[in-house]
Nanobody, 123 residues
Framework: VQLQASGGGSVQAGGSLRLSCLASRRTFSSDCMGWFRQAPGKEREFVAAITMSDGRTNYAESVKGRFTISRDNPKNLVYLQMNSLKPEDTADYYC?????????????????WGQGTQVTVSS
C-alpha cells in the first residue's frame, strides 16, 4: 500500500494542525495505522496509532490530551488532529501501516511508510 501524508505547516505555539494520511487501497480490518515523527538529529518516535477495525488508539505520553488520531475507512484516510502545539512538536511527521489488529507503537513493525510532512511550531 502507498501512503501519502499531508497537512503540515508552520504555526505558533498553542495553535492547531490536522494531518491526513491517504492510503492507495482500501485498508483491511486487520490493519493498524500509525503516526511517527522525527526531529533533526533525533530518532523517529511514535506519536499515535489506531486500529482500522474498531478504532482502538494508542498515544505517546508526550501528546496525550493534545493529539487525536481518527480514521475514515470508506475514504481510506487517517487523521492526526494536533492541538495546543508546542515548539518541541516540531518534526517531520510520517504515517505508516502494518498488518496488526492492535495499535502498535514499534516503528520497526510497520511495513509501509508515507513521505514526511513537515510541522514547525514557533514560540
Amino acid at each position: 500500500v502507498q501512503l501519502q501524508a499531508s497537512g503540515g505547516g508552520s504555526v505558533q505555539a498553542g495553535g492547531s494542525l490536522r494531518l491526513s494520511c491517504l492510503a492507495s487501497r482500501r485498508t483491511f480490518s486487520s490493519d493498524c495505522m500509525g503516526w511517527f515523527r522525527q526531529a533533526p538529529g533525533k530518532e523517529r518516535e511514535f506519536v499515535a496509532a489506531i486500529t482500522m477495525s474498531d478504532g482502538r488508539t494508542n498515544y505517546a505520553e508526550s501528546v496525550k490530551g493534545r493529539f487525536t488520531i481518527s480514521r475514515d475507512n470508506p475514504k481510506n484516510l487517517v487523521y492526526l488532529q494536533m492541538n495546543s502545539l508546542k515548539p518541541e512538536d516540531t518534526a517531520d511527521y510520517y504515517c505508516a501501516s502494518g498488518p496488526y489488529s492492535m495499535p502498535v507503537k514499534e516503528p520497526r513493525l510497520y511495513t509501509s511508510w508515507g513521505q514526511g510532512t513537515q510541522v514547525t511550531v514557533s514560540s
